[in-house]
Nanobody, 123 residues
């Protein structure tokens, strides 16, 4: 089973920063939509930032101006730089990949996932 490799979660205080990374096999990365999703306890998985075609990035309204996707294409790696973290950002963060065309707002339709990395923000 294809697995995306994530790292970078942790615990920070409000206002702090974290950077998550996700590495995918090259045959997936080169043609896929790549994105970050999060899931809080008792809630559905929601999109945080999704990159389509390596060019267009969609951000959830709640993270605009605070979170940024970047890439190291030579390493098939995508990063999520998170700044000014707030307690509402707490959750399990998952890296996902899906062949294009992808449904940005429908993670249930995505085929490839990482194991998740926990982000906890305390007030």
């Amino acid at each position: 089973q294809v697995q995306l490799m994530e790292s970078g979660g942790g615990s920070v205080q409000a206002g702090g920063s974290l950077t998550l990374s996700c590495t995918a096999p090259q045959y997936i990365y080169k043609d896929a939509c790549m994105g970050w999703f999060r899931q809080a306890p008792g809630k559905e998985r929601e999109g945080v930032a999704v990159r389509v075609g390596g060019v267009i990035t969609h951000y959830a309204d709640s993270v605009k101006g605070r979170f940024t996707i970047s890439e190291e294409k030579a390493e098939n790696t995508m990063f999520l730089q998170m700044a000014n973290l707030q307690p509402g950002d707490t959750g399990m963060y998952f890296c996902g990949a899906e062949a294009t065309p992808c449904r940005v707002g429908e993670p249930a339709t995505w085929d490839y996932w990482g194991q998740g990395t926990q982000v906890t923000v305390s007030s």
